[in-house]
């Protein structure tokens, strides 16, 4: 039986239509995983399953009895609930708290929060489910998998049938992931049915009975999983044979000659918390360095330091043996780095700025580009349609702002403004994160194509089969140090796995 269905579910913005007649048919205690590019509408589709957004035309069905959602609080009283990609929660509260919020126990009558009636919910909760959690531990002592358990215990606690799940192992280990597929297959089993929204297509061949592809806006296919493939999956989501991860096969060898060499790495913050700790590493020409870790855990501020965007407080960085500690971004690049930025519109590219002006952005006073402080629009043209040509930027209007972009074309923008810069290192920081399939194979391609001129990759990145398929060598962070020194020949996702959880080999803690 379904228990959720959509007719024609049609979504417009304007004139732009996210969602075109969307037919989908979830039945009774199944996981179904629904796929497709960036930008093909499958937000949109469970953001009105949610409530938080309202169809333009067509029907939502529970248990073929036709809904309509005003809101979240309306989508959980139908029985659907919803964990986000970026989790909802207060750092500052605990675990109990945070289930409990909005939906507080009072002592009788009195507005007094009964705080011990809450806490043997919470815990009876977690006992039902099966949850390694602690009602009492606060959320910003806990493991980002467990902050993910927190917010579906939020929903199952509201009684929900439904749950809806936006990239929900984006964000954790490889046995965090295998924990949570376990979980949410026992959350089928005791009656639950879910909806998984992913790009992960092994993934989704682990956890789902059925798959429902989506290509710009329209539903372009309908499987059982036991029925089709990864290799299928990706044709149906892209038009074409997509090859992932890259294949990252050598063609000579890593040049002994050290490139760039970080030692000591230090910095901290107002507070005097060290966030990065007296990090040291090595890239060598041609050769790319992979970062593993679970976001949070000093990645971001250490890109930061190494970009010029934040001061270090001890430690050096050195470029073919030149200091280039702490200075800033444009210098950086006349000294022969190339940055892609880990957000791409925040640090990357300017959404009011139009796409040519963002094929230049901080290089526009090159001779090539600026003569007398006026800027030359032809050459600037030009250096944009190179790039539409080089690196298959699919643009509507070439005239537009990067704002009218998908996530990978816009992406493919930074890519392609970084390389031909030509640098001596890239650093690449989580290079395909928002991006379709395809265009992931595309930018693997490149950064291949980069190291095998003998340049330096230094790759910052959450997605470890990203880390795994792409790197020489790769080092592992947690909570602000390098707890890890890795052959990618060598090394298993246990191996990986457990320095990224700050856990041994031999099962200590680091």
């Known amino acids: 039986m379904n228990i959720i269905q959509t007719v024609g579910l049609t979504k417009c913005f304007g004139d732009f239509v996210a969602n075109d007649s969307i037919d989908l048919s979830v039945e009774e205690t199944e996981i179904k995983c629904i796929v497709g590019e960036n930008g093909a509408g499958k937000s949109t589709l469970m953001n009105m399953l949610y409530g938080l957004l309202w169809p333009t035309s067509g029907q939502i ?14 989508a959980i009283r139908h029985g659907i609930g919803m964990v986000h990609q970026h989790f909802k929660l207060v750092n ?35 006992e039902q489910y099966g949850f390694q959690l602690n009602p009492t ?26 749950l809806i799940l936006d990239e929900p192992t984006a964000v954790l280990t490889p046995q965090e992931v295998d924990e949570l597929m376990v979980n949410l297959k026992k ?4 009656g639950k049915t879910i909806i998984v929204i992913t790009h992960k297509l092994r993934e989704v061949m682990e956890l789902s009975d059925s798959v429902t592809v989506i290509k710009q806006g329209k539903v372009v296919g309908n499987l059982k999983t036991e029925d089709t493939s990864e290799g299928e999956l990706a044709q149906l989501m892209v038009g074409r044979d997509v090859v992932l991860p890259a294949i990252s096969e050598r063609n000579t060898d890593i040049s002994e000659k050290v490139l760039y060499e970080v030692k000591n790495l230090t910095t901290i913050n107002e507070s005097g918390k060290e966030l990065i700790d007296r990090i040291s590493f090595h890239v060598k020409e041609g050769e790319i360095l992979g970062v593993a870790g679970v976001e949070g855990n000093g990645q971001s501020e250490l890109v930061k330091v190494l970009t010029g965007l934040m001061e270090s407080t001890a430690g050096t960085v050195f470029l073919k043996g ?24 925040g640090q990357g590219l300017c959404k009011d700025m139009s796409i040519a002006d963002n094929c230049i952005a901080g290089q526009q006073d090159d001779k090539g580009f600026c003569r ?22 699919r643009i509507g209007n070439v005239q537009g702002n990067v704002s009218d972009l998908s996530g990978g074309n816009a992406q493919k923008i930074i890519v392609a403004r970084e390389l031909e810069a030509n640098p001596q290192l890239l650093i690449a920081c989580q290079p395909t994160r928002g991006v379709d399939i395809g265009s992931i194979e595309f930018i693997h391609k490149q950064l291949i194509m980069f190291r095998d001129q003998g340049k330096g990759v230094l790759l910052i990145s959450s997605e470890l089969s990203e880390i795994l398929s792409l790197s020489d060598r790769i080092i592992v962070m947690f909570k602000g140090r390098l707890v890890g020194e890795l052959s990618s020949k060598e090394v298993t996702k246990m191996q990986i796995g457990l ?12």
């Open 61 to 74: 069905l529970i248990r073929n009895k036709e809904i309509k959602l005003k809101g979240p609080t309306d």
């Open 187 to 190: 959350l089928r089993e005791q």
């Open 499 to 510: 320095l990224m959880a700050g856990i041994s080999e031999r099962g200590s803690s680091l």
């Open 322 to 345: 030149k200091d280039l500690t702490n200075i800033w971004p444009k210098q950086l690049r006349k000294n022969g780095i190339g940055i892609i930025p880990e957000d791409r519109y």
């Open 372 to 393: 007398l402080g006026i800027l030359n629009k032809k050459c600037i043209c030009d250096r944009r349609d190179k790039y539409i040509k080089d690196y298959d930027i």
């Open 137 to 162: 531990d606060k959320i910003e002592d806990i493991s980002v998998g467990s902050r993910q358990r927190v917010e579906i215990l939020k929903m199952l606690y509201r009684n929900v049938d439904i």
């Open 92 to 126: 500052s509260l605990t675990v109990y708290e945070n289930v409990m919020l909005g939906v507080e126990v009072n002592k009788g009558r009195t507005p007094i929060i009964d705080q011990k009636e809450e806490i043997k919910k919470v815990a009876a909760l977690i």
